[in-house]
């Protein structure tokens, strides 16, 4: 029997709030994977957890808001190419309400919190969460990224 594909599974939360329409990036700091540079609240899916419960927790973990499983909304499923690594299957989730005011909640991991128009994204955003944020606003369901050309469904 020969061994079956893995990847590793990402979960991203775009988090919308204002008028004009902010989202919540967060700059990375001793991560040793995209230091410096901004990202979605994110992390990896922990065995036995469903992907809407694992976006919960991390916005959680590392904002300090609680969203309801009812005020998810999917926007974004990504195909990446691993780095240095296997690659990876990324669920992009967006919320428009959450309890609680947003805060660096790991400073351990994170220098700053960023509102930014997702329209207008800052350069130093890592390019991967920019694209699942570009493709999801524009109603993309799903795509590939770092394989050659990437391809939008």
């Known amino acids: 029997m020969t061994d079956r594909h893995r990847s590793i599974v990402d979960l991203h939360l775009v988090i919308h709030r204002g008028d004009p329409r902010r989202i919540l990036l967060l700059r990375r700091a001793n991560t040793g994977y995209g230091d410096g540079r901004l990202h979605l609240p994110s992390g990896h899916l922990e065995p036995g957890e469903s992907i809407t419960d694992g976006v919960i927790r991390e916005a ?38 959450w309890t609680g005011e947003p805060y660096n909640a ?39 990224f770092g394989f050659g050309l990437d391809i939008e469904v």
Do not use: N, Q
């Not at 973990?61 to 690594?85: K, N, P, S, W, Y």
């Not at 351990?108 to 130093?124: F, I, M, T």
């Open 60 to 97: 959680r973990e590392e904002t300090g808001i609680d969203v309801a499983t009812g005020d998810l909304r999917f926007l974004h499923v990504m195909h990446r190419a691993g780095e240095d690594g296997p690659d990876r299957i990324g669920f992009f989730f967006a919320a428009d309400a």
């Open 106 to 144: 790991e400073p351990g991991k994170c220098s700053e919190l960023v509102w930014a128009d997702p329209h207008d994204l800052p350069a130093d955003t890592i390019p991967y969460p920019a694209a699942g944020i570009h493709r999801g606003g524009r109603g993309v369901a799903c795509s590939t």
